[in-house]
Each structure stands twice: as structure tokens, then as C-alpha cells.
């Protein structure tokens, strides 16, 4: 009987991580055979903004303590995604975000006891962040992506910061002070622990990370 195969991505906020989740979506796709309903996707952040949007009895609680760009409480995140993971019936998982503090490495643990799991760090100094998203605006009109600075999009609409972007400086001290101590612990654990340097590209860190994990594919 196989077992599910998890794979957990974690790095500074604005480092890629969406980017080599698709990058792991495509390759598992193209080189291993998998069909799109054997891989889900899995980002903590967009579950955490899908409660609150809904305003589910978990949103609620979310919205009421959590801060701009703030952290979500670790247990409302860990009850989150015990909940979400009964519900997943795919052969890999990829979690996006998570565990990101020292007490969710701990509930991570205990939660993978049933499944295979590795860990992508991709360690991306903040200057490299800062100045990858500098420029990064979003019409406020149409929503389209601009790499620009400020301007006006070809709809007209103003060009503005994405909304998580106007508050990464907070984002990236609250990953310094509760994110890092969490990543130590992970690879002190010695476990599935795979670290990438911040200016690797994201599909070549997706090749390189399935190749040696090929036994639980
Ligand atoms: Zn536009």
C-alpha cells in the first residue's frame, strides 16, 4: 500500500514558492505520468483568505486575531489543515507554507506520521525579495500584473501595490523572527530536509528535488 507522498514548501513571504509549486505540478505531470487529480495544491495563505472571504465560523476567528500581514494563530492553522487533509484523496500533496513556526513543525510532525513528506527550503535573502518585488503592481481596474513601477495599465486603470506587498517589510520580520527558528528545527531533525539557494530557478529546483525523491513517486 502506498502512502501519500507530501511535500512541504517553505521560504521567506515573496520568495517563489507558488512559482516552484507549479514548476513540481508540471514535472510530476510530464515526467512521472501523474494526472491532475493525483497532485493537489495546497497554500495556507489563500486557505486563510478563503475562510475569512467566506466568513466561516474559522474565517471569523481568523479576521479577529490576526493583524495586517500578520501570522495566523498556530492552532486555528493546524486545525485547519488537519480538517483539510482527511478531505484529500490525491497521491502527492504539495503544502505551500506551512509549517512555519516551531510549534506547527511540531504539529507537522505528528500529522506526517501517516504520509511520506519532504521539505523545500529555498533560502532567499530579503534584499533579493525587496528587490524582485519593487516594481510588481496590479491594475486596479482590470487586476492585470504589471512589472513596472507606478503607471497607468492599458485599461486605464491605475497601477497600484498588491496588497501583500504593502505590508512584506512586516511580513519579512515576523518570517525572521518565527519562521527561521521553525526552518532550523526542521533541518536539525535531519529529516526530508531539502535546501535551495534563493537565486536557483524554480523549475530547476522542482527537477532536481522530485529526482531525489523519485522512491516515493
Ligand atoms: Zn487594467
Known sequence: MYKKFVIALIGAPASGKGYIAM???????????????DI????????????KKNQTPLGLKLAANMKEGGLAPDEMVNDMLVNELKTINAKVLILDGYPRTVCQVREFDKLMSNFDSAVIF??????????????????????????VGDGVCECGGRLVKRRDDRVL????????????PA??????????????????????????FLASNKKYL
Do not use: Q
Open 23 to 37: 514548476c513540481l505540478k508540471n514535472e510530476l505531470k510530464e515526467k512521472y505520468g501523474f494526472n491532475e487529480s
Open 40 to 51: 493537489a495544491a495546497l497554500s495556507v495563505g489563500e486557505m486563510i483568505r478563503r475562510e
Open 122 to 147: 529555498r533560502d532567499t535573502p530579503k534584499e533579493l525579495i525587496l528587490e524582485r518585488v519593487k516594481n510588481r503592481r496590479i491594475c486596479e481596474k482590470c487586476g492585470k500584473a504589471h512589472d
Open 169 to 180: 517589510p512586516e511580513r519579512l520580520a515576523e518570517y525572521e523572527e518565527m519562521t527561521k
Open 183 to 208: 526552518v532550523v528545527e526542521l533541518k536539525n531533525e535531519g529529516k526530508n530536509f531539502f535546501w535551495y539557494e534563493g537565486t536557483a530557478e524554480g523549475c530547476d529546483i522542482a527537477r532536481e
